[in-house]
């Protein structure tokens, strides 16, 4: 069974940092990409970045770039998210996912259940 978990959301004061954790079972995590997104309250969903499993290339949409850094461990079976210098703007819940590439022709198969940060002002 296909799982990703997320954890590691919290409340930051605006400009702290805080590393979201993708947790994934049932499936091979060198082999598929893994997404990170979020969705602000009342708002769309954002897509952040992605990484690609075979390389650990990540690329980042250009709201984050800069300042959030998305990792793998691979052995571990987790994706990081490192979010630097949030601000109010960045308070959302926060979700991973999972598809076969980063690419646009790929879609994300399976997402994690959230988990929300909070950016006090």
């Known amino acids: 069974q296909v799982r990703l978990v997320e954890s590691g959301g919290a409340v930051v004061p605006a400009g702290g940092s805080v590393r979201l954790s993708c947790v994934v079972s049932?499936?091979?995590?060198?082999?598929?990409?893994v997404g990170w997104f979020r969705q602000p309250s009342g708002r769309d969903r954002e897509g952040l970045s992605c990484?690609?499993?075979?390389?650990?290339?990540?690329v980042y949409a250009d709201s984050v770039e800069g300042r959030f850094i998305s990792s793998r461990d691979n052995a571990k079976n987790i994706v990081y998210l490192q979010l630097n210098n949030l601000g109010p703007e960045d308070s959302a819940i926060y979700y991973c996912?999972?598809?076969?590439?980063?690419?646009?022709?790929?879609?994300?198969?399976?997402w994690g259940q959230g988990t929300q940060v909070i950016v006090s002002s």
């Open positions: 996912a999972r598809a076969k590439m980063c690419d646009s022709a790929y879609r994300y198969d399976h």
């Open positions: 049932g499936f091979r995590l060198a082999e598929f990409a």
């Open positions: 990484t690609a499993g075979s390389t650990g290339h990540s």
